[in-house]
């Protein structure tokens, strides 16, 4: 029987920048001819009296905030060890700790039950299947599905790597349709991605970690 708790310490950056053109050059019947007032004279390239001559404007902001995230509280307890495979039971509980203005939450609190299927073969391969739903308790029609599918490997010694793909499926249709769908139309969000990693073991009970999460679709 596992417990444990997960008290997630964020930082969260937003930086935007934007080029405006002045008039907009998509609009050509309010397009200004380039005219540059510094010409002598008589060039006719300088500005005359009253012209304007088109602009570009930059404009740029950045934020930056930390602070803690949803803490998630998780028990597993493993109700069978043995052939086929080893099964585990989960349950998490997500509390709204996090801000969601800042990005580090979600607002809502949620609960997580699970089940959890893997088997260590020839002591170095553990292919692995997890499923679970997120339910959210504020609008359980914003509740999710969620599942994992991979295998971790031994490498050598202490050092083993994972590959993982993650699924999650969102319950409620999106609340804007697609304008011009082309042949169909997307319901809901169903987003895939892989997660690649590497661990290593260290004074017994110590880990680091390395990950990279791939997205393989856009939804």
């Not at 939450?105 to 391969?125: C, E, H, M, Y």
Request: one cysteine or more.
């Amino acid at each position: 029987w596992d417990v444990n708790l997960t008290v997630p310490i964020m930082t969260t950056f937003l930086g935007v920048k934007t080029r405006e053109d002045v008039p907009d050059p998509r609009l050509p019947e309010f397009q200004l001819r380039d005219c540059d007032p510094d010409l002598p004279e008589g060039d006719p390239n300088r500005c005359q009296p009253g012209e304007v001559r088109p602009t570009v404007l930059t404009h740029s902001a950045f934020e930056r905030a930390s602070g803690f995230g949803d803490v998630l509280l998780r028990s597993k307890y493993v109700v069978h060890r043995g052939e086929p495979f080893d099964i585990a039971a989960g349950l998490g509980l997500s509390f709204p700790s996090g801000d969601r203005d800042d990005f580090q939450g979600t607002g809502n609190f949620r609960v997580q039950p699970g089940v959890i299927l893997s088997r260590v073969s020839a002591d170095r391969i553990e292919p692995l299947l997890n499923v679970g739903v997120d339910i959210n308790t504020d609008n359980a029609d914003r509740s999710i599905v969620r599942w994992t599918a991979g295998a971790i490997a031994q490498v050598v010694g202490p050092l083993s790597g994972a590959v993982v793909f993650l699924g999650r499926h969102e319950l409620e249709a999106q609340s804007d349709k697609i304008a011009t769908p082309f042949f169909f139309q997307i319901e809901r969000n169903d987003i895939y991605d892989v997660s690649l990693g590497l661990r290593l073991l260290f004074a017994e009970s110590g880990v680091v970690s390395v990950n990279a999460l791939v997205p393989l679709n856009e939804d």
